[in-house]
Protein backbone atom coordinates (compact mmCIF):
# COMPACT_ATOMS: atom_id res chain seq x y z
CA UNK A 1 0.00 0.00 0.00
CA UNK A 2 1.44 3.52 -0.95
CA UNK A 3 2.59 5.90 2.25
CA UNK A 4 -0.20 7.77 4.06
CA UNK A 5 -3.40 7.73 4.70
CA UNK A 6 -5.05 4.66 3.07
CA UNK A 7 -7.74 5.18 0.46
CA UNK A 8 -11.50 5.38 1.34
CA UNK A 9 -11.58 2.20 -0.95
CA UNK A 10 -9.94 -0.01 1.44
CA UNK A 11 -11.02 1.73 4.28
CA UNK A 12 -14.21 1.05 3.61
CA UNK A 13 -13.65 -2.66 2.34
CA UNK A 14 -11.38 -3.96 4.82
CA UNK A 15 -11.53 -1.36 8.28
CA UNK A 16 -14.88 0.06 8.48
CA UNK A 17 -16.73 -3.93 7.42
CA UNK A 18 -14.64 -5.37 9.65
CA UNK A 19 -15.48 -3.59 12.48
CA UNK A 20 -19.04 -2.58 11.40
CA UNK A 21 -20.68 -4.56 14.35
CA UNK A 22 -18.62 -3.01 17.43
CA UNK A 23 -20.32 -0.65 18.79
CA UNK A 24 -22.80 -0.23 21.84
CA UNK A 25 -24.90 2.40 23.73
CA UNK A 26 -21.73 3.79 24.92
CA UNK A 27 -20.52 4.51 21.17
CA UNK A 28 -23.46 5.17 19.60
CA UNK A 29 -22.44 5.90 16.22
CA UNK A 30 -20.98 3.76 13.50
CA UNK A 31 -17.50 4.73 12.51
CA UNK A 32 -17.99 6.36 8.41
CA UNK A 33 -15.96 7.76 5.78
CA UNK A 34 -15.63 11.63 7.03
CA UNK A 35 -15.81 10.63 10.88
CA UNK A 36 -13.03 12.13 12.25
CA UNK A 37 -14.19 12.35 15.74
CA UNK A 38 -16.38 9.58 17.27
CA UNK A 39 -18.46 10.18 20.17
CA UNK A 40 -18.68 8.57 23.39
CA UNK A 41 -22.24 8.80 25.27
CA UNK A 42 -21.51 9.27 29.13
CA UNK A 43 -25.26 11.11 30.48
CA UNK A 44 -27.52 13.40 28.33
CA UNK A 45 -25.47 16.63 29.94
CA UNK A 46 -22.08 15.34 28.54
CA UNK A 47 -20.67 13.26 25.60
CA UNK A 48 -16.62 12.89 25.16
CA UNK A 49 -15.33 12.86 21.81
CA UNK A 50 -12.28 11.21 20.20
CA UNK A 51 -9.97 11.56 17.15
CA UNK A 52 -6.61 10.04 16.96
CA UNK A 53 -3.37 11.03 14.44
CA UNK A 54 0.06 10.27 13.76
CA UNK A 55 1.05 12.59 10.68
CA UNK A 56 2.02 15.97 10.23
CA UNK A 57 1.07 17.66 13.48
CA UNK A 58 -0.99 15.38 15.10
CA UNK A 59 -1.82 17.88 18.55
CA UNK A 60 -3.17 20.56 15.79
CA UNK A 61 -5.13 17.85 13.66
CA UNK A 62 -7.03 16.10 16.40
CA UNK A 63 -7.69 19.09 17.98
CA UNK A 64 -9.56 20.42 15.11
CA UNK A 65 -10.81 16.90 14.32
CA UNK A 66 -12.55 17.51 17.39
CA UNK A 67 -13.85 21.34 17.12
CA UNK A 68 -15.03 20.16 13.41
CA UNK A 69 -17.71 18.40 15.62
CA UNK A 70 -18.41 21.39 17.85
CA UNK A 71 -16.44 19.87 20.49
CA UNK A 72 -14.53 21.33 23.06
CA UNK A 73 -10.70 19.73 23.38
CA UNK A 74 -9.40 19.34 26.97
CA UNK A 75 -6.41 17.05 26.35
CA UNK A 76 -3.94 14.53 24.32
CA UNK A 77 -2.55 11.36 25.00
CA UNK A 78 0.31 10.51 22.84
CA UNK A 79 1.91 7.41 21.99
CA UNK A 80 5.97 7.07 20.80
CA UNK A 81 7.46 4.78 19.34
CA UNK A 82 11.32 5.30 18.54
CA UNK A 83 13.96 2.79 16.74
CA UNK A 84 16.80 1.95 18.90
CA UNK A 85 19.40 4.33 18.02
CA UNK A 86 17.50 7.21 19.17
CA UNK A 87 19.16 9.61 21.35
CA UNK A 88 17.48 10.95 24.36
CA UNK A 89 17.71 14.43 23.41
CA UNK A 90 15.87 13.87 20.58
CA UNK A 91 12.80 12.70 22.80
CA UNK A 92 13.11 15.32 24.73
CA UNK A 93 13.02 17.92 21.78
CA UNK A 94 9.89 15.73 20.74
CA UNK A 95 8.19 16.28 24.01
CA UNK A 96 9.01 19.86 23.95
CA UNK A 97 7.34 20.33 20.99
CA UNK A 98 4.39 18.16 22.08
CA UNK A 99 4.11 20.51 25.11
CA UNK A 100 4.40 23.59 23.78
CA UNK A 101 1.84 23.01 21.00
CA UNK A 102 -0.65 21.83 23.67
CA UNK A 103 -0.05 24.95 25.79
CA UNK A 104 -0.95 27.04 22.65
CA UNK A 105 -4.14 25.21 22.20
CA UNK A 106 -5.15 25.07 26.14
CA UNK A 107 -4.39 21.49 26.71
CA UNK A 108 -3.43 19.48 29.26
CA UNK A 109 -1.18 15.35 28.51
CA UNK A 110 -2.92 13.09 30.12
CA UNK A 111 -0.38 10.45 29.92
CA UNK A 112 0.64 7.78 27.59
CA UNK A 113 3.26 5.51 26.51
CA UNK A 114 6.56 5.79 24.85
CA UNK A 115 8.99 2.45 23.41
CA UNK A 116 12.13 1.85 21.80
CA UNK A 117 11.32 -0.98 19.19
CA UNK A 118 13.77 -2.52 16.32
CA UNK A 119 10.92 -2.66 14.04
CA UNK A 120 11.08 1.08 13.58
CA UNK A 121 13.81 2.95 11.52
CA UNK A 122 11.91 6.64 12.27
CA UNK A 123 9.90 7.67 15.67
CA UNK A 124 6.28 7.14 15.47
CA UNK A 125 4.12 9.67 17.18
CA UNK A 126 0.42 9.17 17.69
CA UNK A 127 -1.56 11.35 19.50
CA UNK A 128 -5.33 11.04 20.50
CA UNK A 129 -7.37 13.97 21.66
CA UNK A 130 -10.30 14.28 23.74
CA UNK A 131 -12.99 16.74 24.45
CA UNK A 132 -15.94 17.19 25.41
CA UNK A 133 -19.86 18.26 23.90
CA UNK A 134 -22.22 19.38 27.06
CA UNK A 135 -25.47 18.77 24.79
CA UNK A 136 -25.55 16.11 22.13
CA UNK A 137 -27.86 18.75 20.18
CA UNK A 138 -25.06 20.89 19.50
CA UNK A 139 -22.93 18.22 18.00
CA UNK A 140 -21.87 18.99 14.30
CA UNK A 141 -21.47 16.08 11.19
CA UNK A 142 -19.93 16.28 8.76
CA UNK A 143 -22.38 14.75 6.81
CA UNK A 144 -25.32 17.01 7.01
CA UNK A 145 -24.54 19.32 4.30
CA UNK A 146 -27.52 20.37 2.63
CA UNK A 147 -28.53 20.55 -1.30
CA UNK A 148 -28.52 24.21 -2.28
CA UNK A 149 -26.20 25.70 0.64
CA UNK A 150 -23.08 27.75 0.39
CA UNK A 151 -19.66 26.09 0.46
CA UNK A 152 -17.21 28.49 2.83
CA UNK A 153 -13.75 27.78 3.66
CA UNK A 154 -11.68 29.20 5.91
CA UNK A 155 -7.75 30.50 5.47
CA UNK A 156 -5.92 28.75 2.33
CA UNK A 157 -5.13 25.73 1.30
CA UNK A 158 -1.78 23.66 1.95
CA UNK A 159 -1.09 25.36 5.58
CA UNK A 160 -0.05 22.54 7.17
CA UNK A 161 1.91 20.62 4.01
CA UNK A 162 4.01 23.70 3.42
CA UNK A 163 5.04 24.38 6.95
CA UNK A 164 6.40 20.62 6.42
CA UNK A 165 8.07 20.69 2.65
CA UNK A 166 9.95 23.60 4.32
CA UNK A 167 11.18 22.13 7.52
CA UNK A 168 12.41 19.31 5.31
CA UNK A 169 14.13 20.63 3.10
CA UNK A 170 14.77 24.76 4.05
CA UNK A 171 18.46 24.78 3.33
CA UNK A 172 17.17 24.08 -0.65
CA UNK A 173 14.32 26.21 -1.01
CA UNK A 174 16.18 29.17 0.54
CA UNK A 175 18.91 28.44 -2.64
CA UNK A 176 15.87 30.02 -4.99
CA UNK A 177 13.81 32.13 -2.39
CA UNK A 178 14.19 34.70 -0.02
CA UNK A 179 13.62 34.23 3.73
CA UNK A 180 10.72 36.86 3.69
CA UNK A 181 9.49 34.64 0.79
CA UNK A 182 9.50 31.43 2.90
CA UNK A 183 8.32 33.10 5.49
CA UNK A 184 5.25 34.52 4.18
CA UNK A 185 4.68 30.82 2.98
CA UNK A 186 4.78 29.13 6.68
CA UNK A 187 2.31 32.00 8.45
CA UNK A 188 2.22 31.19 11.99
CA UNK A 189 1.49 28.11 13.70
CA UNK A 190 -1.12 28.98 15.10
CA UNK A 191 -2.91 29.25 11.57
CA UNK A 192 -3.20 25.70 11.74
CA UNK A 193 -5.81 25.45 14.15
CA UNK A 194 -9.73 26.27 13.32
CA UNK A 195 -10.97 26.66 17.05
CA UNK A 196 -11.57 30.30 16.45
CA UNK A 197 -13.60 29.67 13.47
CA UNK A 198 -15.47 26.50 14.32
CA UNK A 199 -17.02 28.18 17.51
CA UNK A 200 -18.32 31.03 15.60
CA UNK A 201 -19.86 28.95 12.73
CA UNK A 202 -21.49 26.81 15.41
CA UNK A 203 -23.11 30.07 17.27
CA UNK A 204 -23.88 30.84 13.78
CA UNK A 205 -25.71 28.07 12.90
CA UNK A 206 -23.69 26.00 10.75
CA UNK A 207 -25.23 22.51 9.20
CA UNK A 208 -21.58 20.37 8.59
CA UNK A 209 -17.98 21.11 9.32
CA UNK A 210 -14.87 19.23 8.02
CA UNK A 211 -11.21 19.53 8.66
CA UNK A 212 -9.04 19.66 5.71
CA UNK A 213 -5.77 17.51 6.21
CA UNK A 214 -4.69 14.57 4.82
CA UNK A 215 -5.16 14.76 0.72
CA UNK A 216 -5.64 18.38 0.99
CA UNK A 217 -8.82 20.07 -0.06
CA UNK A 218 -10.04 17.45 -2.73
CA UNK A 219 -10.37 14.74 -0.55
CA UNK A 220 -12.14 17.07 2.13
CA UNK A 221 -15.02 18.02 -0.55
CA UNK A 222 -14.98 14.74 -1.72
CA UNK A 223 -15.68 13.10 1.45
CA UNK A 224 -18.17 15.78 2.44
CA UNK A 225 -20.20 15.33 -0.19
CA UNK A 226 -20.04 11.82 -0.31
CA UNK A 227 -21.22 11.46 3.35
CA UNK A 228 -23.66 13.99 3.21
CA UNK A 229 -25.40 12.31 -0.38
CA UNK A 230 -24.83 15.72 -2.32
CA UNK A 231 -23.46 16.93 -5.13
CA UNK A 232 -20.74 19.78 -5.18
CA UNK A 233 -20.03 22.85 -7.54
CA UNK A 234 -17.03 24.13 -6.95
CA UNK A 235 -15.09 26.89 -8.09
CA UNK A 236 -10.86 26.49 -8.22
CA UNK A 237 -10.26 30.08 -8.39
CA UNK A 238 -12.01 30.97 -5.13
CA UNK A 239 -10.34 28.05 -3.77
CA UNK A 240 -7.91 30.45 -1.62
CA UNK A 241 -4.15 29.68 -1.90
CA UNK A 242 -1.03 31.83 -1.32
CA UNK A 243 1.04 32.85 -3.95
CA UNK A 244 4.10 31.52 -2.00
CA UNK A 245 2.89 28.28 -1.53
CA UNK A 246 2.29 27.82 -5.31
CA UNK A 247 5.59 28.81 -6.39
CA UNK A 248 7.40 26.10 -3.46
CA UNK A 249 4.58 23.62 -4.73
CA UNK A 250 6.11 23.89 -8.06
CA UNK A 251 9.45 23.32 -7.20
CA UNK A 252 8.68 19.73 -6.03
CA UNK A 253 5.78 19.33 -8.56
CA UNK A 254 3.07 19.25 -6.06
CA UNK A 255 -0.67 19.87 -6.17
CA UNK A 256 -1.68 22.35 -3.89
CA UNK A 257 -5.11 21.22 -3.89
CA UNK A 258 -3.74 17.48 -2.81
CA UNK A 259 -1.93 18.85 -0.21
CA UNK A 260 -2.67 18.44 3.72
CA UNK A 261 -3.91 21.32 4.57
CA UNK A 262 -5.03 21.81 8.73
CA UNK A 263 -5.98 25.10 9.64
CA UNK A 264 -8.76 24.99 6.71
CA UNK A 265 -12.23 24.63 7.71
CA UNK A 266 -14.83 23.02 5.34
CA UNK A 267 -18.31 24.55 6.11
CA UNK A 268 -21.92 24.89 4.80
CA UNK A 269 -24.14 27.67 5.10
CA UNK A 270 -27.43 28.74 3.90
CA UNK A 271 -26.11 32.47 3.82
CA UNK A 272 -22.34 31.40 3.70
CA UNK A 273 -21.90 35.36 2.68
CA UNK A 274 -22.94 36.27 5.72
CA UNK A 275 -20.88 34.18 7.74
CA UNK A 276 -17.97 35.05 5.21
CA UNK A 277 -18.31 38.48 6.77
CA UNK A 278 -18.90 37.42 10.70
CA UNK A 279 -15.44 35.73 10.39
CA UNK A 280 -13.72 38.69 8.00
CA UNK A 281 -14.56 40.89 10.96
CA UNK A 282 -12.94 39.14 13.65
CA UNK A 283 -9.68 38.85 11.27
CA UNK A 284 -10.56 35.05 10.10
CA UNK A 285 -10.15 34.70 6.66
CA UNK A 286 -13.13 32.99 4.84
CA UNK A 287 -14.41 32.41 0.89
CA UNK A 288 -17.57 30.91 -0.38
CA UNK A 289 -16.06 28.62 -2.64
CA UNK A 290 -19.56 26.67 -4.18
CA UNK A 291 -22.28 25.05 -3.29
CA UNK A 292 -23.79 21.50 -3.00
CA UNK A 293 -26.33 20.16 -5.71
CA UNK A 294 -28.55 17.18 -6.06
CA UNK A 295 -26.98 14.73 -7.01
CA UNK A 296 -23.71 12.73 -6.88
CA UNK A 297 -21.81 14.92 -9.37
CA UNK A 298 -18.74 17.01 -8.30
CA UNK A 299 -18.13 19.30 -10.31
CA UNK A 300 -14.71 21.67 -10.45
CA UNK A 301 -14.74 25.09 -12.86
CA UNK A 302 -11.63 26.27 -13.55
CA UNK A 303 -12.34 29.56 -15.91
CA UNK A 304 -14.02 28.05 -19.32
CA UNK A 305 -12.94 23.99 -18.36
CA UNK A 306 -15.09 22.06 -16.76
CA UNK A 307 -14.24 18.59 -14.65
CA UNK A 308 -14.99 16.44 -12.50
CA UNK A 309 -13.25 15.67 -8.80
CA UNK A 310 -11.94 12.25 -8.91
CA UNK A 311 -11.46 9.80 -5.95
CA UNK A 312 -9.51 11.24 -3.11
CA UNK A 313 -5.69 10.41 -3.89
CA UNK A 314 -2.74 10.14 -1.61
CA UNK A 315 -1.50 13.58 -0.38
CA UNK A 316 1.24 15.09 -2.52
CA UNK A 317 3.12 15.46 0.80
CA UNK A 318 3.55 11.32 0.37
CA UNK A 319 4.32 11.34 -3.17
CA UNK A 320 6.67 8.21 -5.20
CA UNK A 321 9.80 10.36 -5.80
CA UNK A 322 11.61 7.31 -7.42
CA UNK A 323 11.62 6.88 -11.30
CA UNK A 324 12.57 9.64 -13.79
CA UNK A 325 12.98 12.72 -11.70
CA UNK A 326 15.54 15.15 -11.81
CA UNK A 327 18.20 15.38 -9.30
CA UNK A 328 16.89 18.52 -7.98
CA UNK A 329 13.99 16.47 -7.15
CA UNK A 330 16.29 13.24 -5.82
CA UNK A 331 17.25 15.58 -2.99
CA UNK A 332 13.86 16.09 -1.60
CA UNK A 333 12.92 14.48 1.91
CA UNK A 334 9.25 14.40 3.06
CA UNK A 335 8.69 12.50 6.39
Known amino acids: MKVGKISNTILKRTVLKTISGLYNSYVPEKNKVGLNANKIHVNEQCSVLMATDCGIEPVYTVVNNICARGGRPICIQCSIVLPQNFREIRLREIMQELSKDCHSLGLAIAGGHTQVSDAVLKPIISVTGIGIIEDDKEMIQSNKALVHEDIVLTKWIGIGGIRNIIKQNKEQILSRYSTDFIDKAMGNKEDMSVLPEAKIAKKAGVHCMHDVSQGGIF ?97 SLYADWKGNVDDERKNIKFT
Request: some cysteine; charged content about 25%; aromatic content about 8%.
Open 219 to 315: AALWDMAEASGVGIDIYLRKIPVKQEIIEICEMYDINPYQLQSSGCLLMTFADGYGIVDILTNVGIEASVIGKTIFGNDKIIHNLDEVRYLDLPKQD
